[in-house]
């Protein structure tokens, strides 16, 4: 059992940075792959990018490469999403979530956070 809560939100304007975070509890965290997805009002929920359990691959959205950088400190049990360059369509509750293996698809993780408000203000 893994739980999960992410923290970091805010209101930041276009072109500002945030960092989120989520921290695990339970020794097994180092086993599972983390993603972070995101949900607009109204929106399915998206993907934004994943993490290996070992730190060594990461994968981005199209709509978030070259802004977002995601990590983990497996010392630390936790994972980190510097999100620069923010736009206003960033604008979501931020989510992460553990999984057994990376994957664009929300249903294949098997844990999730409370989630976490990133508005991104124009």
């Known amino acids: 059992q893994v739980q999960l809560v992410e923290s970091g939100g805010g209101l930041v304007q276009a072109g500002g940075s945030l960092r989120l975070s989520c921290a695990a509890s339970g020794r097994t965290f180092r086993n599972y792959a983390m993603g972070w997805f995101r949900q607009a009002p109204g929106k399915e929920r998206e993907f934004v990018a994943a993490?290996?359990?070992?730190?060594?691959?990461?994968v981005y959205a199209d709509s978030v490469k070259g802004r977002f950088t995601l990590a983990r400190n497996n010392a630390k049990n936790s994972v980190y999403l510097q999100m620069n360059s923010l736009k206003a369509e960033d604008t979501a509750v931020y989510y992460c979530a553990a999984g057994p293996r990376i994957e664009r698809l929300w249903d294949e993780y098997n844990f999730w956070g409370q989630g976490t408000q990133v508005t991104v203000s124009s």
């Open positions: 993490i290996s359990w070992g730190g060594g691959t990461t």
